[in-house]
């Protein structure tokens, strides 16, 4: 697959063959985020979806698993795991609701938001190395459109 530019006479490439390069592109930078919290010294159970779930947990103090789990878009099973791990880690802990016995509120122990801060640094770090060659309006171009495919709006071809 070239990454050269499109001449005027060309005709795009086919929505899968972006969709390809989407996720081997996807692949390649989370294993380079991976690769640069190694390096850093980051635990090996602090993975980048890890770190998202503490991230979301840190944006709201304390929050239920299963408003956890909307919050992110990801099955509650799934939450279910991070939070095992994490607090076998003593990253985060389960506090009983007050209002409600059968649930449970989560939060940042305190030494998690130090790590955080390291595997933020990481991810910074790694996301300049790769955007290095972006001038500002590719970056902004890259943003809008990764934006509008997250967010599921259709036509992101039309101009």
Do not use: W
Request: avoid cysteine.
């Amino acid at each position: 697959m070239s990454t050269s530019r499109l001449l005027p006479s060309e005709s795009p490439p086919p929505a899968g063959a972006l969709l390809e390069l989407l996720i081997r592109t996807t692949h390649r930078l989370h294993h380079e985020f991976e690769a640069q919290l190694s390096a850093l010294d980051i635990p090996p159970y602090l993975t980048g979806p890890r770190l998202r779930l503490l991230v979301a947990v840190s944006e709201v103090g304390k929050i239920r698993m299963s408003d956890l789990a909307a919050k992110l878009g990801i099955k509650p099973r799934t939450v279910t795991q991070f939070v095992d791990a994490l607090e076998q880690e003593n990253l985060l802990i389960r506090i009983p609701d007050p209002d409600d016995r059968r649930a449970t509120f989560l939060q940042l122990s305190d030494i998690a938001p130090p790590l955080m801060t390291k595997a933020r640094a990481a991810m910074s770090e790694s996301a300049e190395k790769v955007l290095a060659a972006f001038p500002s309006e590719g970056r902004t171009q890259l943003h809008e459109l990764l934006n509008r495919l997250a967010h599921g709006v259709s036509g992101i071809s039309e101009e």
